[in-house]
């Protein structure tokens, strides 16, 4: 008997066309027509398709991954094998890395989308969403985690980046690598990343905000006291080098820390942040000594990612706040 898998569109490139040469790509395209384009699939796999919108994936917002995250798990419960994901590139670290902290499914959970629309010679789209729904019913991949499957390779979302504005090889996972690859449609899995408990979001509430603030050369933390001001309910830092600022963004974070939680998270996009080695002012040192909370290998928009679902849910007291980046940022 074929597999159940179930495809969950929600629009990004792979689902893009455009009205004329100039007027430029917008979605367009349904689930229904992206499994139409593949006929592989229906000889893999029973397909049950659902639109849940069609937008490029800046639009997208923490209240879709919420909704998608819970048809998932209604999905799982009514006999799905796996379930594919399909979106824009931009955010599918965030997607995903958010779907693999609020579901601790069996059934894998699989994000894809394309780098080049189905206009354009040498579309990745096909590829990838065969190469999702291979690897959606494989049973290798079940309890793994949310992946993100792309050009022929398998990451954990956990580890996941995009890395290059339009090369279809774009994502990377960074120090860990890819958890697995495709090859002439067999799934291989080398690796088993560990699995951590899921968060359960209690509270989900769209005034809950968090901000993510990147700091450069000269930066006198203006920024810092205006996001605090404006009713942010969280911060995130990407600091220089191993977590660093100046001794004005220093102040302003000290400032920023009696009143919400903040993360310090590097700006260099790979490492952990420093606890243990600097300690002028603004230094790693002296910003965790005045309350910042490490990031640890977290980027910032994972960190951002994490901090907003934490605030979702009944793990939000600092002491809390610091455990759970303690234990992700490390993992
Ligand atoms: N460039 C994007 C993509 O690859 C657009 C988006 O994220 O929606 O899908």
Same mark, same amino acid.
């Given at each position: 008997m074929k597999p159940v898998v179930d495809i969950i569109s929600l629009g990004g490139t792979i689902a893009m066309k455009g009205k004329n040469a100039t007027s430029g790509v917008v979605p367009t395209l349904t689930a229904d027509d992206l499994v139409e384009a593949v006929p592989q699939l229906n000889e893999i796999a029973v397909i049950r398709t659902h639109s849940h919108c069609n937008v490029p994936s800046a639009h997208l917002t923490f209240e879709d991954i919420v909704t998608v995250a819970a048809e998932i798990r209604r999905l799982a419960a009514d006999g799905s094998a796996g379930v594919v994901i399909t979106q824009g590139t931009d955010t599918i670290e965030e997607t995903a890395y958010a779907l693999d902290l609020l579901l601790e499914l069996d059934i894998p959970v699989v994000v894809t989308g394309a780098m080049r629309n189905p206009t354009r010679p040498g579309a990745d789209g096909p590829a990838n969403l065969l190469s999702a729904v291979l690897v959606a019913c494989h049973l290798n991949a079940r309890s793994l985690g949310s992946l993100v499957v792309f050009n022929d390779?398998?990451? =954990?979302? $956990?580890?996941?980046?995009?890395?290059?504005?339009?090369?279809?090889?774009?994502?990377s996972s960074g120090p860990a690598g890819p958890i697995g690859w495709l090859a002439e449609d067999r799934v291989r899995i080398v690796l088993k990343p560990d699995r951590l408990p899921a968060i359960e979001p209690v509270n989900f509430d769209k005034a809950i905000k968090v901000a993510i603030i990147k700091l450069g050369i000269g930066d006198d933390g203006t920024l810092i006291?205006?996001?605090v001001a404006t009713g942010f309910r969280g911060l995130v830092i990407e600091g220089l080098g191993g977590g660093h600022t100046s001794v004005s963004a220093a102040n302003a974070l000290e400032r920023a820390c009696a009143k919400l939680p903040v993360i310090l998270a590097s700006r260099t996009g790979a490492g952990e942040t420093l606890t243990c080695t600097y300690g002028f002012p603004g230094s790693?040192?002296?910003?965790?000594?005045?309350?910042?909370?490490? =990031?640890? $290998?977290?980027?910032?928009?994972?960190?951002r990612v994490l901090l907003t679902l934490l605030l979702y849910s009944e793990n939000s007291s600092i002491e809390q706040l610091h455990n759970e980046f303690l234990v992700r940022g490390t993992h």
């Open positions: 390779e398998v990451h =954990a979302a $956990r580890f996941v980046r995009k890395t290059h504005t339009s090369n279809p090889s774009t994502f006291d205006a996001a790693e040192i002296d910003l965790l000594s005045k309350g910042l909370i490490a =990031a640890g $290998r977290l980027d910032g928009c994972s960190a």
